[in-house]
């Protein structure tokens, strides 16, 4: 068995739509190198699937994304099952009070799979995870709304830069309580970027960075904080590549997806006949249109838009 150590998976769900908050996830695993990979390969018949999130959930039945999530976070908060939104988030995000249409995060979890499948899923990767001699140090999803986004992009002036400030508040967010070993980060690689040294120097500040490659696929470089090395990775299709990020993965996604319903259903009450939306490019003009129209008031666009 490899030596003691811990791992991070990162991944966003919402960096390219029109509308609706950000989510990154992030998840760590504090044993051996490689525990996660191989505690997915029990067979207990309860375990969570754990994929790319888009492969879990394509717009219709959430459940099984439901299950990767809520189990990872049943798991990260001492085996107690979130009840509601806002126990899933595991905070506040900023903002909250200027974005009515996400309301108090009171709406009850689950929504689609059975209480006791997702207690059943997190009991059996617990075990799964005991038996490499692993655990489940951290895992959540970050939430950024959308007047936190459009703030981020006016003082960075722009859209990369303001979301790696965002995936850098997740990665801190999970190394924060890591084991004082050294470690390896994985995270799926934004858009075409390949030079990740200054993000890393911005988290890290006076402490040695070396850049091993920043290739077509990978960009990979070393950390020294304290004496520990910790090796970061910012992979193309990191969902794919490592099982931790696309659990992170599925964290972000479902995140996003239940702020989405509770987003729908706010404005399903001020225009009744609303079709919902995603809030993607190729449907949230149409929403923008459709609300305004419905309700007479223009002022929703500018307050719902983001402005990148």
Known sequence: MDAPSFEIGLDEAGYGPLLGPLAVGAVRVDGPRGAFKRALTSRAQAMPKVADSKVLYAGKDLAALEVAALAARTLAGGGVRPKTVAEFLGFRPAGLDDHPWYGPLDAPLPRAAAPDRVDGAAEALD???RRQGAALGSAQARVF?????????????????AHL?????????????APDLDGAVDCDRLGGRR???PFLRDLFPFRPIATLEEAER??????????????????????VASPLVALASCLAKYAREILMEAFNGYFAS?????????GYWNDGPRFLDDLERLTGDGAWRTRLARTR
Not at 153 to 159: L, M, N, Q, V, Y
Not at 165 to 177: K, N
Not at 226 to 239: I, T
Not at 271 to 277: D, E, H, N, Y
């Open 270 to 278: 001020k225009a009744p006949g609303l079709t919902p939306t995603a």
């Open 195 to 197: 030079d990740y040294e």
């Open 218 to 239: 990978v960009s990979a470089y070393v950390v020294r904080p304290r004496e520990r090395e910790v090796r970061v990775r910012f992979v193309v299709e990191g969902e």
């Open 127 to 129: 075990r799964a995870l």
């Open 165 to 177: 400030e965002h995936v850098g508040d997740a990665f801190l967010a999970a190394y924060d309580g």
């Open 145 to 161: 709304l959308e007047g936190d986004l459009n703030a981020r992009f006016a003082r960075t002036g722009c859209k990369g830069a």
